[in-house]
């Protein structure tokens, strides 16, 4: 892919499943990673091995790696994140939002509390992230890129996840919105919108036959996605590949988002 060799990236989120992914992707095409974790640095570790045996594989000497803590929700520890990533990595070229969290409960019983907890992660966090990191592009004339990790529940409906389905509807419009405020400076920003993707958040049926068995039959193309087929689109949407591409989300879904139910006709004669 164009253009990644030797930029600077930073993955939210980055210690396991999707970010994890995409922080290995980046490296396997040359670019500089920093690797966020929620609270200690050996939760990073495994995507760091993971880093270094894809750098030493591709024979990508000079890729760098570096480790920043943060709780995506928390404003200063944002701000200090993208402040270390700078501060480690020269500069930043590429942010992922790809920390990400759900909480499952029926509507009725879901507290402003844990309703809160959810946008705060996913949306609040995704935008303080892009406003610290956009304020870096300006300062230093970067053309830099922005991909946020959003969803198929930017567009459909999740009930029983309100908090959920509503951050990711409100990623949508960030992405779009942050487009145009900032496209005539050359600062794209994108979205990808996986559908059922194998990763631990979804430990209640991947590890589960029956349940798993129970997923694929609602995804058109019968399977579930791979981390590494979110990484892919991730890397071309930050690549010059996708130069002229902004406010845009690529769904990669297997199909999700094409109203399944439509597959037979049934609405008419
Ligand atoms: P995951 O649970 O493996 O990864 C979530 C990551 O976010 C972890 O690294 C976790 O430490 C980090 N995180 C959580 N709260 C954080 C916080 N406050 N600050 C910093 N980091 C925090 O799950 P995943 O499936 O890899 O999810 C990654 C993204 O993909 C999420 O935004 C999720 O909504 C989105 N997504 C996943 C699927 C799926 O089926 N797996 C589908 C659509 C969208």
Redesign the pocket.
Known sequence: MQGLKGKNVLV?????????AIAVRFAEYGANVAI???KKPE?AEETEEQVHSCVKRMQKHGVRDVLVG?????EDEVVHMIEQTVEELGSIDVLV??????ISRPTEELSVADFEKVL???LR?SFACAREAIKRFIATDTPGAIIN?????QRIPKPGYLG?SVS?GGMQNLTTTLALEFAARGIRVNSI??????????RAWVDDPDKAEMVTSHIPMRR??T?DE?AGVTCFLASDDAAYITGQTIFVDGGLTLYADFREPWSSE
């Open positions: 939210t989120g980055g210690t396991s499943g999707i970010g994890q966020n974790y929620l939760e943060a709780d995506v929700s928390n939002n790809n920390a990400g969290i759900q705060a992660v996913n966090g990790i959003s969803s198929v529940h959920y990711k919108g996986p559908g059922a993707t194998i990763t631990p958040i979804n579930a996605g981390a979110m």
